[in-house]
């Protein structure tokens, strides 16, 4: 094979690499979007839990002060004690849905964005020892060649990583 179809079957092979981390990078930015939507999801729900202690709260304080009106010790202290729980669990989820915000941070796919980053500085650089090379006639500096290596690597098929775990 001549040094035309060589560059020529190297170009469609840079291609076709491009092509597939692009499409692992988009798997890996819906993978992260859905991940930090769920965090999002339960932190709502937590919200929404202490919104209604939040009114069983009121509900029960109401009563006990109608209790107390009516009745002696017995009814309303147990009902005080009822809204006092209440307001406790109401504290805690709203403590917990706020820690999960915080984890969450924005539903921007950071790590994809930082992936993406990566490849194409890695890619940049790539072409950029072959146009030297090529414009010197010589073969390539040892660190270029390394970049080289690695884009002749085969990618992975998973978000993952090469062994599929997160």
Excluded: H, Y
Excluded at 60 to 75: E, G
Excluded at 118 to 126: H, I, K
Aim: proline share 4%.
């Amino acid at each position: 094979m001549n040094v035309k179809g060589r560059l020529g079957a190297s170009i469609g092979e840079v291609r076709d690499r491009g092509k597939r981390v692009a499409q692992l990078t988009l798997e890996l930015a819906v993978a992260e979007l859905k991940r930090k939507a769920m965090q999002f999801g339960a932190a709502f729900g937590l919200f929404g839990a202490a919104a209604l202690f939040g009114f069983f709260f009121l509900a029960f304080l109401l009563a006990a002060v109608a209790a107390a009106l009516a009745i002696v010790l017995p009814v309303w202290a147990a009902l005080l004690i009822t809204a006092g729980l209440l307001l406790v669990l109401m504290a805690v989820c709203v403590l917990i849905g706020i820690g999960l915000v915080r984890t969450a941070k924005t539903p921007v796919p950071t790590q994809a964005a930082e992936e993406a980053r990566a490849g194409a500085a890695t890619l940049r650089q790539g072409v950029s020892a072959l146009r030297r090379s090529k414009a010197r006639g010589a073969a390539l500096p040892a660190a270029d060649a390394e970049v080289v290596a690695i884009a002749r690597e085969p990618l992975s098929t998973s978000p993952g990583g090469a062994d599929g775990q997160d």
